[in-house]
């Protein structure tokens, strides 16, 4: 099996907000940087408490919430499931697949050092697949 690690495939650039973070806020900073989720940190320690998806925000909007002033730390997924950079992507995807998530913030050494998606998956198979198609040529030619 190949093995390729985790750090060869995230996303390695995160967006943070605080508890105190709005959902209004939140949905802006989600739609400037094009992405579908921001880590919660703590604003006092900075330590890394859950997670804010576009579909998170989305619930409060469909259960009339005022996102003006519900706080992400009211709503967040948490605690998060993370991954280590060194671990391996078949790892890293069964685990998603067990807790049924599609973001996995990495964290090594208790620092935030990216996040591993299903969209970060996908584009790596076309990689998998050519790579094992070069291994395979190479041991059938003599």
């Not at 584009?123 to 790579?131: D, G, T």
Request: hydrophobic content about 45%.
């Amino acid at each position: 099996m190949i093995t390729q690690s985790v750090a060869d495939v995230m996303t390695p650039i995160v967006q943070t907000v605080t508890t105190g973070a709005t959902a209004s806020e939140t949905a802006r900073l989600l739609a400037a940087s094009d992405i579908g989720s921001a880590i919660v940190v703590d604003p006092e320690t900075d330590e890394n408490l859950g997670i804010v998806t576009e579909s998170d925000i989305m619930h409060q909007v469909a259960t009339d919430a005022d996102v003006a002033t519900v706080r992400v730390g009211s709503f967040m997924s948490s605690p998060l499931v993370t991954v280590a950079s060194t671990e391996c992507i078949h790892t890293a995807a069964e685990l998603m697949k067990d807790r049924s998530v599609q973001r996995l913030p990495v964290v090594d050494d208790g620092e935030l050092v990216g996040i591993l998606t299903t969209t970060d998956l996908v584009y790596y198979i076309p990689r998998l697949r050519r790579e094992i198609l070069r291994r395979r040529t190479a041991l059938l030619t003599p």
